[in-house]
């Protein structure tokens, strides 16, 4: 029962009360009720589900609250757990915000269903959820009944936001500038908008939402309401037919840039409709109405996707992380019944009471119907309790063929016009017949007249009351339709969010089939939903709403009456109360109990039935407590349940403390033992240590003692020895210095003995020489002296020629040492021996000569016979060697033109000085020299000046100085001797003379050429023959040589003197 104000019995201690307790044993609770829930999940394993159901405002959103706390209280705790908890438990003020509103009946009227399966794990920790949500009331976002408010959320984000959230949302405070907030009943006493705002944002924050989700999600809301201050103004058009424009376009503006849309394709998609039929396009105008229908139905969409986009976005954040196999608690807290007394319901409210009945279905047939059935099966007495099945009114309205939901549907994919009317139109003629359904026409039919029943209302029977249904919206609603162009527009919109939420607007997915309408998806999540918690253990909280006033304190009897009528709870209790509180399978009955009896435990080998009844009679349990079916055993009181689990909890206990007391002596046995075989071991291990300690000890002390004995012996042995060696030494001192005073004293007899014998011996030689002499005087003069002195010197030769031997000097030909000889007989030896010597080493050394190198020491040779002591030049050209290729003619380019003009081989190439007489200056020509030719050429032309065959050459003249200067002196007759003779100077004179005297030698059939060494010769230069004269000069001008012409016949060359 509701009790319109907090009551102290939801507390910590409460929770502690409840937990673990059996059911009936404390006073009803929803505690106790959850508790019963979870253990019999955590315990039997059996998936639960929780069926809160009643009036709207009874109660149920925050039962569900409670059962979900109080699960979170009791199951396990740790971090990651603690975590999951949170988050489901947050993930409710987020969907109340979104999803609730104030209505008549409930200021906190949950206006959508949801059903929540919250997953545990084998311990009964839970893991995560999922949340499925039911058909939003929608229609609530752009219109609400007198005196009820639009989603909390609107109020909450403009009553808590901060003024710079709401700036950025471009929205305003006062309620009163939204067209879609109603103002009447803005404000509601007791709930505090903004600071639920703030607990919603705190929320959203735990369960996951990103920063810039919950932007989005703003945005959106904010969105919503700048869509509700759109407004449309008619215009007429020419052809007469009536267009709409948007009135300010401000709003329009500020919504645009809020979800990133082009104004110009909204304000177009507000204005046209195009229909899309299979191959053509049809574009038509709104006029004001249609425009406003446009609007809304886009508010509506937007909002109710976004709920959705929520629900999916909290799935995805309490999703259970592991895949192992869990068990499932589900909640389900819908949206409750509700009739409007003034006969206002409408769609939603019949989409809503169509649940319930379904709802009540559910226990109709768990409870009522299955119970009484199943004591008619198993056999127990049973006397039949009547209760009303609610399977008629389910029936009239989901009914494939003829139920008004299919028929709603029908109507709105029939062709032709279709309106509500037309709707009720067929209502009358198909339900008409139906005892649950009224409406005039029907009434009419049976000539009844009832005035309450107005021309557009039918009026259902439902199983909480009468519901009268105004069939206006009854269509569009079921329709649900969004024009494409405005879905269109949707997904142009540069947000992302708003993208996701209208797939369809997708022009690459364009899908001409019709939606399915919302009435059949009703239908069809609401038949999942049943199948679904048919599969689980159902229990139920029945909530009651006590007043229509939303006040403690009242209690309307009739009202509360009416209710508990209706929830069939007057059946159900006199059910239980002739039924049996408990009943359970022989199997698990008896596995679960068997312990109580020493017959059945621990092992029963026959049927389980005999041996639950031998368990029975066992038992102090009076017989009428209990009845046999004919698989179950039935338990009639909670009492004899609750004796039975209390034997069970003791047994359990008794079996336990066996258990543990074996357990115990086992392991305090083991310990026992395992304390003994280590104690043997430690005392095996300590005892041999202590003897090794004291073996040690012994050891040293025998170690100590043995030294000392065996240092005082061995002192005593060594005394003994140093006295024995000291008396040894003493004995040979003595021995010694004895021996040796006998032996010196037979040393100086022996000595004297000896200088006496040889004394004796030179006394006796000296006699025998003297003797000898005497007698041989007269022959050794003759003989002996000459044989002494050759063999005398003999042996010195033997002992020179033997000691030259090792003093020998080196085989270089310029090596001119000699060793000296030791008596001056030996002069004409040390004379003649290194001239042999030289000799032979100069052939040794010729010996290893080449051909070319021979030839080389040839020239030289034939220089020093021409040269040697006759030119002062001659010494120093000794040790350069004759190279004769100076210019290196063959090689060098500049030359190629004379060397292809000399046929010869070059055996010599110079640059000479040519003198000339009127001067005595010199003038560069290069000089070559064949086998038959000299030839003088240009230095820097190479051209040939002058070519003088060898015969023709009479003789080369030369002065006996260190100066280069030549004359080469023509035949008187010859061909070249027209020119006259040429006085040349050269650096390389004794080469270039000495090749010309060996060429001219060999050159064939020629006479020698004549070197004439003199310090004045004759030039005959063309006709005058003219003198050279060398004069020794002062060394000036350096060392150089100068030549001057004194007159017509002399030049005179300076020859410095060489020091
Ligand atoms: N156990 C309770 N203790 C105190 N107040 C309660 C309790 N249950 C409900 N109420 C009060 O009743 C109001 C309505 O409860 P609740 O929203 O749970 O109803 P509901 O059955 O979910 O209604 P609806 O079907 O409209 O959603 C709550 O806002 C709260 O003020
Ligand atoms: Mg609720």
């Not at 990103?210 to 759109?230: N, T, W, Y």
């Not at 409007?340 to 409210?349: I, K, L, P």
């Not at 029945?542 to 009456?561: E, G, M, Q, W, Y």
Request: hydrophobic letters at 35%; charged letters at 30%; glycine letters at 4%.
């Amino acid at each position: 029962m509701n009790p319109y104000r907090v009551l102290p019995i939801f507390t910590p201690e409460k929770v502690e009360e409840y937990r673990n307790r059996n059911f009936y044993e404390l006073s009803p609770h929803i505690y106790a009720l959850a508790d019963e829930a979870y253990r019999s999940l955590r315990d039997q394993d059996k998936d639960q589900c929780i069926l809160i159901t009643g009036e709207s405002g009874a109660g149920k959103t925050e039962a569900s609250k409670l059962v979900m706390s109080y699960v979170a209280a009791v199951c396990g705790k740790g971090q990651e757990v603690n975590k999951v908890k949170e988050q489901l438990l947050q993930s409710n003020p987020v969907l109340e915000a979104f999803g609730n509103a104030k209505t008549v009946r409930n200021d906190n009227s949950s206006r959508f269903g949801k059903y929540m399966d919250i997953e545990f794990d084998f311990k009964g920790d839970p893991l995560g959820g999922v949340i499925s949500n039911y058909l939003l009331e929608k229609s609530r976002v752009v219109k609400q009944p007198r005196g009820e408010r639009n989603f909390h959320i609107f109020y909450q984000l403009l009553s808590g936001a901060s003024d710079d959230t709401l700036k950025k949302l471009k929205l305003d405070r006062d309620f009163s500038k939204y067209n879609y907030l109603s103002l009447d009943s803005a404000v509601v006493n007791g709930l505090d908008d903004a600071a639920n705002f703030r607990t919603v944002k705190n929320a959203m924050q735990i369960v996951g939402f990103m920063e810039d989700e919950v932007q989005s999600v703003l945005e959106l809301v904010a969105a919503v309401l700048k869509l509700g201050d759109i407004e449309f103004k008619p215009e007429s058009r020419c052809n007469g037919t009536d267009e709409s424009r948007i009135k300010d376009k401000n709003d329009l503006k500020e919504m645009c840039e809020l979800l990133g849309i082009e104004q110009s394709v909204l304000e177009r998609a507000f204005s046209y409709r195009t229909v899309e039929a299979r191959l053509e396009k049809v574009s038509t105008t709104l006029n004001v109405a249609q425009a406003y229908y446009a609007r809304d139905a886009l508010a509506k969409n937007l909002y109710s996707r976004l709920f959705s986009w929520l629900v999916t976005r909290i799935n995805e954040s309490i999703k259970a992380q592991t895949k192992a196999r869990h068990k499932v608690m589900g909640v389900l807290d819908i949206y409750g019944f509700e009739i409007f007394e003034d006969g206002d319901n409408s769609f939603e409210q019949f989409i809503i009471n169509y649940c319930n009945e379904k709802l009540q279905q559910i226990f109709i047939e768990l409870t009522l119907r299955e119970e009484q059935e199943e004591y008619v099966r198993e056999g127990i007495e049973w006397t039949n309790i009547e209760y009303f099945n609610n399977a008629i009114i389910c029936d009239l309205i989901e009914n494939h063929q003829n139920g008004i939901l299919a028929m709603l549907d029908e109507e709105c994919l029939r062709p032709g016009t279709v309106t509500d009317e037309t709707f009720l139109d067929k209502l009358n003629t198909i339900c008409a017949e139906h005892q649950h359904f009224e409406s005039r026409l029907s009434k009419n039919s049976k000539f009844l007249t009832d005035h309450s029943l107005p021309h557009n209302c039918f009026r259902i029977q439902h199983y909480a009351g009468k519901v009268l249904y105004r069939v206006e919206g009854f269509v569009d609603k079921n329709n649900d339709l969004l024009y494409r162009d405005l879905s269109q527009a949707m997904y142009k919109a540069n947000h992302s969010l708003i993208k996701q939420l209208f797939p369809e607007g997708n022009p690459a997915k364009v899908n001409l089939k019709r939606p399915p309408t919302a009435g059949f998806q009703f239908r069809a999540s609401v038949g999942t939903l049943m199948k679904n918690l048919q599969t689980k253990n159902p229990n139920y909280i029945r909530c009651i709403k006590p007043n229509d006033k939303k006040a403690s304190h009242i209690f309307t009897d009739s009202l509360v009456c009416h209710q508990v009528r209706y929830l069939g709870l007057m059946e159900n209790v006199r059910v239980r109360r002739a039924g049996y509180a408990f009943r359970q399978a022989y199997e698990p009955c008896l596995e679960r109990y068997k312990m109580l009896c020493k017959r059945t435990w621990p092992h029963w080998r026959g049927p389980a039935r005999e041996g639950v009844e031998v368990l029975m009679a066992d038992l102090p349990v009076p017989a009428e407590e209990f009845s046999f079916g004919r698989s179950k055993i039935f338990i009639r009181n909670p009492r004899t349940l609750f004796f039975l689990e209390e034997r069970r909890r003791q047994c359990l206990q008794d079996l336990a403390t066996l258990i543990q007391k074996i357990y115990r002596g086992w392991k305090c046995r083991s310990h026992f033992l395992l304390l003994k075989k280590s104690q043997i071991v430690v005392a095996a291990w300590y005892r041999r240590y202590a003897q090794e300690k004291k073996y040690q000890k012994i050891k040293s002390a025998t170690t100590v003692v043995q030294s000392y004995t065996r240092g005082w012996q061995a002192r005593k042995l060594l005394r003994e020895l140093k006295y024995q060696k000291r008396c040894e030494e003493a004995v040979t001192t003595i021995s010694a210095f004895w021996h040796g005073t006998q032996a010196r004293r037979e040393l100086r007899t022996l000595k004297e003995e000896a200088r006496r014998k040889h004394a004796v011996a030179v006394i006796w030689a000296y006699w025998q020489g003297l003797k000898v002499r005497r007698e041989y005087r007269k022959f050794f003069r003759a003989n002996a002296g000459k044989k002494i002195y050759d063999f005398t010197i003999q042996r010195i030769m033997q002992k020179y020629f033997l000691g030259l031997k090792s003093t020998m000097p080196s085989m270089s030909p310029i090596d001119k040492s000699w060793p000296a000889r030791p008596y001056r007989f030996l002069d004409g030896v040390h004379r003649e021996l290194p001239r042999i010597f030289h000799l032979w080493r100069c052939k040794k050394y010729r010996s290893q000569f080449t051909e070319e190198k021979k030839a080389v020491y040839e020239e030289k040779l034939e220089a020093s016979e021409i040269f040697k002591d006759k030119k002062a030049l001659y010494p120093s050209s000794v040790s350069q060697p004759f190279k004769g290729d100076y210019l290196e003619i063959s090689k060098n380019p500049k030359y190629q033109k004379l060397n292809s003009a000399v046929d010869e081989k070059v055996l010599l190439a110079d640059v000479v000085n040519k003198i000339n007489r009127a001067n005595g200056k010199g003038t560069a020509r290069i000089f070559l020299l064949t086998k038959k030719s000299v030839v003088l050429a240009d230095q820097k032309t190479g051209q040939v000046k002058a070519s003088v065959p060898l015969p023709d050459l009479a003789s080369v003249s030369v002065s006996t100085q260190s100066d280069g200067f030549f004359a080469l002196r023509l035949k008187e007759g010859s061909a070249s001797a027209v020119k006259g003779d040429f006085l040349l100077s050269s650096e390389h004179l004794i080469e270039i003379i000495t090749k010309l005297h060996r060429t001219g030698a060999t050159a064939a059939d020629s006479e020698q050429l004549n070197v004439d060494i003199s310090d004045e010769f004759l030039v005959q230069f063309k006709h005058d023959k003219v003198c050279v004269k060398f004069i020794q000069g002062a060394p000036k001008n350096g060392n150089s040589v100068s030549c001057k012409r004194k007159n017509n016949r002399l030049l005179e060359v300076s020859v410095p003197t060489t020091a």
